[in-house]
């Protein structure tokens, strides 16, 4: 019999079936392992897990956990919705989420942020408005005087003027006397009533004119508006009846007019501009480019010394409010054109 050489500590006692047998049962177990935990646990998918470590990643999200937009489930209330944090809690909002500002349910979910955008008109108490009232018109009483018939050549002036009430007629026969001539004194009243310049000369003080006259608040009126001026002595002679070249000179000078063209010149206008003062000519010349000049019945006669009448001044006044352009132009064929 022959002698064995002792068995080799390092070698392996299990044999290559032994190690087969085992591996097929460590897969065994494994794989009922899987299946007990897959159902007791939804949602852990080991075999995806596995899956996952060797496939790329992906960024769609599960089926089962599909995103739904709170805009298009909210329905309209008036609480304060925390709307900031959806917008800022995902880099990457879903397509629902970004498209909810543009869609017509977003005043309806969140009042509060609409009415920041669009006020509502405020609901004001109706104003009552009162209406303007429609001006009337004064009704000018008709001018009747027994000596100033219609077809008088004065007329028209002498209308306008007493319903201006610049002038007025004498009531206890109802007249207006056109004739007549008329005072210094009465001449400055009509003055002061016709026109409202602004004085520019000193307060006069005319010796034959008391403050207890009736016309000495006119007369001083109109002497410090350059209208009428007194006499050398310091007289105003307010009782003489004046003369037609001193009412010329005096609506020229208080109107300001200065000749334009040469007076030697304009008044060749007048077969006896010899008998105008040469103090007067340069205003009166100035007057008769003005048109003021009105000359009845002969428009070439000024008669200039000659005491004006109550129609001449009617008519020369009221001319001289044509050209301070306060009254309407009167067609006159007595009005004096050089």
Known sequence: MRDLPPPDSDSSPLGLEEWIGIIIAVITIGGILIGVLGQRQKGLNLQQWIGSLTSEPTTEAPEEQKVTSPIAEETPTHQTLSSPPLATDS?????????????????EAFPEIARAVSLAPIVSAPRTETPTPTPTETPVEPVNFTDVPDDYWASPYIT????????????????????????????AALLRSAFDQQPTLETPNF??????FWAWSAIQETSKTNFLRGYPNNTFQPKQPIPKVQVLVALASGLGLEANQSPQEVLKTYQDSNQIPEYAREKVSAATEAGIVVNYP???????????????????????????????????EYVVNP
């Open 91 to 107: 880099p990457s909002p879903s397509p629902a989420v970004a498209a909810a500002p543009e869609s017509p349910e977003e005043d």
């Open 160 to 187: 306008a003027l007493v319903q201006r009430d610049i002038m007025s007629g004498f009531p206890e026969d109802n007249t207006f006397k056109p004739n007549s001539s008329i005072t210094r004194a009465e001449f």
């Open 207 to 212: 010796k034959d004119v008391s403050s207890d």
């Open 298 to 332: 002969n428009t070439e006669s000024l008669n200039p010394t000659q005491d004006v009448t109550r129609a001449e001044v009617a008519a020369m006044v009221y001319q001289a409010l044509v050209e301070a352009g306060k009254a309407d132009a009167v067609t006159s």
